[in-house]
């Protein structure tokens, strides 16, 4: 069965959480297991929406906290797939803070997160592949590409280590 190819744009995904005390730690800012959890539900929409099956998280890289979301602040998440493989896809989530009362938003976090499809036995499987629309979108493709080769090569190493 040939699936057919599906866009960044067709499975991109925006959340909106509002930050509030029970989020933050005592300096008043969000904690940052709290910010992994929505980055982690926001890419698993965008993976579940290419795929429209479900999903699960294999891995995620380089998460970076740039800066912090405090109370009262609302968290953006914007998330979209950057890689398809056979069963697994890439999706980059970017976050954004906004202060409600200026409006002002600065970016505070990336993430970039592997989710494999599976059925309901929990087998991978296929998935749409990528149709890349933009010189943007398959520069990072590319770079999603040289991020893959680090993961497996990581694995790899790992499982001679051990």
Not at 78 to 106: A, F, I, P, W, Y
Not at 117 to 122: L, V
Not at 126 to 135: A, I, K, S, W, Y
């Amino acid at each position: 069965m040939s699936l057919s190819p599906k866009t960044a744009r067709e499975s991109a995904t925006e959340m909106v959480q509002l930050v509030l005390p029970n989020d933050t730690n005592p300096h008043g800012s969000v904690l940052g297991g709290t910010v992994m959890h929505w980055m982690d539900m926001a890419a698993a929409m965008a993976a579940h929406r290419h795929a429209r099956t479900p999903v699960v998280t294999a891995s995620v890289d380089q998460i970076t906290f740039e800066a912090p979301i405090r109370v009262g602040q609302v968290a953006i998440l914007r998330s979209r797939l950057t890689h398809v493989g056979k069963s697994s896809m890439e999706v980059t989530v970017q976050v954004e803070s906004e202060d409600l009362n200026s409006g002002s938003r600065r970016h505070t976090s990336t993430a970039y997160f592997t989710f494999v499809a599976i059925d309901g036995a929990g087998r991978p499987v296929p998935v749409p592949p990528l149709r890349l629309e933009t010189d943007d979108e398959r520069e990072e493709f590319r770079r999603a590409e040289d991020r893959r080769a680090r993961r497996l090569e990581m694995r790899a190493g790992g499982e001679r280590a051990g």
